[in-house]
């Protein structure tokens, strides 16, 4: 048996955040964390780069584009959908889920989400960074992982036809 997996060393890897700008009190701590993230294993500082758009409903588009440039191995969406008094969360949460898993699928790098869909602003800073982790710094760092999986699986010996 032959087993194939990423390990977290992200030196001479090639990244990119794409951070939404809406709800910025939280996604700046996703892309302070994601940043560290990367630091943290290895990538260089020279080596990331930081697309911003709009809002999280946003970020489907611009990953697309980003991941379409072929300069990256590893690609982080961070955004923040924070629950409201109308259905708008659902709208925008299902949607850029969809979006992000869609590019994820049909990218030649890896693909991770760290957009948190959140009842309340409280809840969504907790999970940027004040009490329960940074999801920014998580999602990063399976970036890593996933673009070094990635590298072994394209690595890995054919097998012969039985």
Do not use: W
């Amino acid at each position: 048996m032959n087993v194939y997996e990423g390990s977290l060393v992200g030196t001479g890897l090639k990244a990119a955040l794409v951070v939404a700008r809406f709800n910025s009190l939280v996604t700046e701590q996703l892309l302070v964390g994601a940043a560290d993230a990367l630091r943290r294993h290895g990538v260089a500082d020279g080596d990331v780069d930081v697309f911003r758009c709009p809002g999280t409903f946003e970020l489907p588009a611009v990953l697309r584009r980003v991941v379409a440039t072929g300069r990256y191995d590893a690609v982080v969406a961070l955004g923040a959908v924070i629950r409201g008094g109308t259905p708008h969360f659902e709208y925008v949460s299902a949607e850029v889920t969809k979006g992000v898993a869609h590019v994820a699928m049909e990218a030649g790098c890896a693909v991770t989400m760290g957009v948190l869909t959140c009842d309340s602003m409280e809840q969504a800073l907790e999970r940027a960074g004040v009490k329960a982790g940074n999801k920014g710094a998580d999602a990063a760092a399976a970036a890593v992982e996933q673009a070094n999986v990635l590298r072994a699986i394209a690595r890995a010996p054919a097998r012969k036809a039985e």
